[in-house]
């Protein structure tokens, strides 16, 4: 598009202050800021503006009441679910068909645990040194081979696609971790990386700021980002999406995550048969609260319609409210990020998603003073980074379900640094070290104190194969990459 062109589309749409520098510029940057105004949908940043601008006002002013979660739309597997084998042959059934995809939030990087690599690359310690992203690779490997042998199909015919939405600044890192360790056994045209998309930041007006005289300023557009993203276009050289790869495939439904769960159940049968059962558009996986005071979203109900409520939101007085007849938390659905949907569903997203508010978060922005073109590192917030949250589209479901799961079993998520006492690294490999004792043990097998023992995904994938060592002790610790090295550590 002629530079023209874009400055007339800016002008009109009341950001030709973006201009205010060209005379003075490079070549160079010429091309590379008339790339950036080019590739922006600005008519679409301000009605995002001024969308998030009027919710948040209505918020405040006139909030819609919040609700616990009703009884009747959540059930649990956290004390031995009846159905759960139900719904685990179900979900199998539709893996071994092929017709469940996987799609991983991981645009993060590790800054908070003193990395600059992408999240997923990050080593919590373990004996066997596999990153989070080995771990997750080698459940959905292990369960391909579960769902193989357990529906009767030929060995390697069953496949789970991976779709990893990376960020600007992870994703060439990322792919090139994959590479570098041969996408961890899997087929690499199994795995597909795309890039969370990124908003303009904006003052306290809705104008779009200038991060340098050339460039604008842009903040990721938030985890709800991966709808959008499942729309474009997977590279510049590339017509397909996340969207049409999954039509192509024959993917009927999809699992999301994030990255920063050491325990998560990647393509979990069990959720996935819960909510093929329950014929559901969109679903949520949750956690009972650990505390009343635990710093939480959770699920629930707003006016009449299923929302994450943040705890920030939730009074004192209902954090501690509890249902009369079980006794529990009656706010204790704690949302932990793991999602499924149809994929019909991903796809009817953009015919609402003018409709979604996106959250403002006041920061300090590093910008330029538009009169003289000098750098500004303000020590107050001055503009705004706007995000959408990828539960956002939850009122906007027609049909919803929540399961929920153990915590102990499904959720330790890697939020801070070593040695800070919570949510880290520490705690990570001390929940998974349990977790693969308890497999043992359910099994038939005795662990000695202080004994830990490491099993690869690709032993087991949720304690199931482990029959044979029923009546075993193991007394030395160990870390375990095939089944006959459990001997070793008896």
């Not at 400055?7 to 800021?33: I, M, P, V």
């Not at 799609?103 to 066997?128: E, F, H, N, V, W």
């Not at 915590?407 to 949510?423: H, I, M, Q, T």
């Not at 690869?456 to 994938?461: A, K, L, M, N």
């Amino acid at each position: 598009m002629a530079v023209d062109n874009i400055r007339d589309r800016y002008q009109a749409a009341g950001h030709d202050h973006l201009f205010t520098f060209w005379s003075t510029l490079e070549e160079s940057e010429r091309k590379s800021l008339s790339r950036q105004l080019e590739n922006l949908d600005v008519d679409r940043v301000n009605r995002i503006y001024k969308k998030a601008i009027a919710s948040e006002k209505e918020a405040a002013t006139d909030p819609e009441p919040i609700e616990p979660l009703p009884v009747e739309a959540c059930e649990s597997i956290v004390n031995d679910s009846p159905s759960e084998k139900t719904w685990r042959s179900q979900g199998l059934q539709a893996i071994a068909r092929g017709e469940v995809g996987v799609l991983l939030m991981a645009g993060g990087q590790g800054t908070r645990l003193g990395s600059s690599a992408p999240k997923g690359c990050y080593d919590i310690g373990l004996a066997s040194h596999k990153s989070l992203f080995q771990y997750q690779a080698e459940r959905i490997a292990r369960l391909q081979v579960v769902a193989e042998k357990e529906c009767n199909k030929a060995a390697g015919s069953v496949v789970v696609p991976w779709y990893v939405m990376t960020s600007g600044p992870t994703r060439r890192e990322t792919e090139a971790f994959f590479t570098k360790n041969n996408f961890f056994g899997l087929s690499s045209k199994n795995v597909v990386f795309f890039e969370q998309g990124t908003l303009p930041c904006l003052t306290a007006e809705g104008k779009i700021m200038l991060e340098n005289t050339s460039r604008i300023a842009v903040a990721p557009d938030g985890n709800g980002g991966l709808y959008a993203a499942t729309r474009t276009p997977l590279s510049e050289s590339s017509k397909s999406t996340v969207l049409s790869d999954l039509t192509d495939r024959g993917i009927l439904y999809v699992h999301a995550y994030c990255v920063d769960n050491c325990l998560v159940k990647v393509a979990d049968p069990v959720f996935l048969g819960y909510c093929i059962s329950k014929q559901a558009d969109c679903a949520a996986k949750v956690v009972p609260k650990a505390s009343s005071s635990e710093a939480v979203g959770v699920v629930a109900r707003r006016g009449e319609k299923f929302s994450v409520v943040e705890y920030s939101e939730i009074s004192k007085e209902q954090a501690e409210l509890r249902n009369a007849k079980t006794g529990e938390l009656a706010f204790n659905a704690a949302n932990i990020a793991n999602h499924f949907y149809t994929t019909s569903y991903l796809k009817s997203v953009k015919s609402f998603e003018d409709d979604l508010a996106f959250h403002i978060a006041r920061k300090k922005i590093p910008t330029v003073d538009l009169k003289t073109g000098k750098a500004i590192k303000p020590s107050e917030p001055n503009g705004m980074k706007l995000e959408l949250f990828v539960f956002d589209v939850f009122p906007f479901t027609k049909r919803f379900a929540v399961l929920e799961v153990a915590r102990n079993e499904e959720f330790s998520p890697l939020k801070n640094a070593p040695g800070s006492g919570a949510d880290n690294p520490e705690t990570s490999r001390r929940d998974l070290l349990a977790q693969h004792k308890r497999f043992l043990e359910r099994a038939g097998a005795q662990v000695k104190g202080g004994v830990e023992i490491e099993l690869s995904p690709c032993v087991s994938y949720a304690g199931e194969g482990l029959e044979f060592v029923k009546g075993k002790t193991f007394t030395k610790s160990g870390y375990v990459e095939n089944p006959e090295e459990l001997d070793a550590l008896l």
